[in-house]
């Protein structure tokens, strides 16, 4: 996780709709960066998906258009 998420914010990564992330309050009071990414290697569906990542650029979702401008 850590070497995916690199410098990006960690919190893009999180799945808001997780009964985790919610029953945690995550929105008003996040995780620090190595508790969340702790969290998520403990708890993949905490993982925002789908999930596409192509050389430093990462989407999220399943956005047509984006993952087509990733190049397939």
């Known amino acids: 996780m850590e070497a995916l998420i690199g410098t990006r914010d960690y919190k893009d990564f999180l799945n808001t709709r997780n009964d985790l ?4 309050g995550m929105k008003e009071n996040p995780p620090a960066r190595a508790e969340a990414i702790r969290l998520m290697a403990a708890h993949p569906n905490l993982i925002r998906r789908p999930l596409f990542v192509k050389g430093s650029r990462v989407v999220f979702g399943f956005d047509p258009d984006e993952v087509i401008g990733l190049g397939g």
């Not at 992330?21 to 945690?24: A, D, F, I, S």
């Open 21 to 24: 992330y919610r029953e945690r």
